[in-house]
């Protein structure tokens, strides 16, 4: 005969939330392909320039895999939580770049032309340098929100940042753009790359709060809805601020992503299609002005419109005292002669675009060896990159970290697009950058920078709730024993 006891016991496990998975061995494995794919890309390139695999494959593998492997476990160790896809596909970029640059390094042309030194070996070391700020973002900004307490400094710094090369003795002119400043024992740095990321923190910050004021209207035009006037003064200042950027520093790509980037937070913070639509029209009434008077802009107009007439004026030697441009052209010659499948690693032409083909021209670079297939997988890629950037602004709980987001992965992608529709011939182009693959340590250093932030607010927005506290009050249970 079988007794039952009643025995009160207090319930003292709880439940866990299930969370998302950390994710960490999924982008460890992706990282490897990550890192393998330029050590082939590498291997491949000796063995088309002069049939032997390069001396230097295992240093050069050996120091992606050891740069990867940093920026791994600091994710691993600081933002557990965050996108497995961002820091992979930053890493093939980066590593498709340096082999790229390694590549013109070897052009008997290149080497032949005055002050020529290698390339890849400082784009290694800056690499390195954004590693270590990536990491150093995730250790210390431990909470993204903070930022927001920061906005109106972020403001003043990034203007510092922008005024920086018009500053007589520390500002270079170079090629007619006045982007850079010159750092003596250091060489050139281009503080707009900074002054970007800064910006989307002060854009964040402030239509955080304005964003319920931005987004009321007083009448309705042609089915779209007209902001109020003393509403327009935000818009007016940017615009204005830009169009200063454009005049001053003759610097057509840094005005267009700082308005592009703030319309683009205006229309995410306040669902406004008007403002869209006034962004675009003011961005190209303040580019036709300009343009109609600054000589630089109009040689890049010309090089746009009419490519050829400008290569015939370039090699011409014309002292019009203009500077003309015959990379246009040659970018154009590079993506032809590319066709679908490209030359192959180590087999085209691109060094005839000169000192511009590992840096500003780049992509043509890569479209004549790797072809219009190559071209569409590395825009891809770029395409990924901005669309985890999004997913994450989605994912985010606060609405500063959402707007936040946007600006970095919106900034980001306007990028990509100014940068290669100016190579292509689509637009006028900019003097900008891609992102990660072009030689530059301000670009690569900064783009970093950008990653840990973007990755920083993924782990905050992925990271699973904390389970509940014991309660003391919890019911008693009943244990049945035969």
Do not use: C
Not at 172 to 178: D, H, L, Q, R, V
Not at 456 to 478: F, G, K, N, Y
Request: aromatic letters at 10%.
């Amino acid at each position: 005969m079988s007794s039952s006891t009643n025995t009160p016991t207090h319930h003292t496990s709880t439940i866990g939330s299930i969370g998302t998975p950390s994710r960490r061995n999924t982008e460890l494995a992706l990282l490897v392909f990550a890192v393998l794919i330029p050590v082939f890309a590498y291997a491949n390139v000796g063995l088309a320039i002069d049939g032997t695999v390069p001396a230097g494959l295992l240093s050069y593998g050996l120091g992606l895999g050891l740069i990867a492997g940093v920026g791994h476990l600091g994710v691993r160790k600081f933002a557990p939580y965050a996108d497995p896809l961002l820091l992979p596909l930053a890493t093939l970029l980066n590593g498709l770049g340096l082999v790229m640059i390694w590549r013109l390094d070897q052009s008997k042309l290149l080497q032949s032309l005055p002050n020529f030194a290698q390339a890849a070996p400082r784009q290694l070391m800056y690499t390195a340098l954004g590693i270590g700020l990536f990491v150093a973002v995730l250790i210390f900004l431990k909470d993204h929100r903070v930022l927001q307490r920061y906005t109106y400094i972020s403001m003043f710094a990034a203007l510092v940042l922008l005024l920086l090369p018009l500053v007589p003795g520390l500002g270079a002119n170079i090629y007619g753009a006045k982007i850079w400043i010159s750092i003596p024992g250091l060489g050139t740095l281009q503080p707009g790359e900074f002054a970007k990321i800064i910006l989307a923190v002060f854009f964040a910050g402030y239509l955080m709060v304005k964003r319920d004021a931005l987004a009321l209207a007083s009448r309705r035009f042609m089915g779209l809805y007209l902001p109020r006037g003393r509403d327009l003064g935000p818009i007016l200042v940017v615009w204005f601020v830009s169009i200063l950027i454009l005049v001053f520093e003759t610097d057509l790509g840094t005005s267009l992503l700082f308005f592009g980037m703030f319309v683009i937070m205006l229309y995410v913070a306040t669902e406004r299609t008007s403002w869209i639509v006034f962004g675009l029209l003011m961005s190209a009434a303040g580019a036709v002005g300009v343009a109609s008077f600054e000589p630089h802009i109009q040689t890049r107009v010309q090089a746009w419109l009419n490519p050829l007439h400008e290569y015939k004026l370039s090699q011409a030697g014309t002292h019009d005292g203009i500077l003309h441009s015959e990379q246009a052209m040659q970018a154009l010659w590079a993506f032809g002669s590319g066709g679908t499948l490209g030359t192959g690693w180590g087999q085209g032409h691109s060094e005839l675009i000169r000192f511009a083909a590992n840096s500003d021209f780049i992509l043509a670079s890569f479209g004549e060896e790797l072809g219009l297939a190559g071209i569409m997988a590395i825009l891809v890629i770029y395409g990924l990159i901005a669309e985890r950037g999004i997913r994450t602004a989605l994912a985010a709980r606060d609405p500063f970290g959402k707007l936040l987001a946007v600006g970095l992965s919106g900034g980001f992608a306007l990028q990509v697009f100014v940068v290669a529709g100016g190579v292509m011939g689509l637009i006028p182009l900019t003097g900008m950058t891609m992102p990660f693959v072009a030689y530059g340590g301000s670009s690569v250093i900064a783009n970093w920078a950008l990653m840990g932030i973007l990755i920083r607010i993924s782990d905050t927005a992925r990271r699973p709730a904390p389970a509940p506290a014991p309660s003391p009050d919890a019911e008693m249970t009943q244990v049945v024993r035969p």
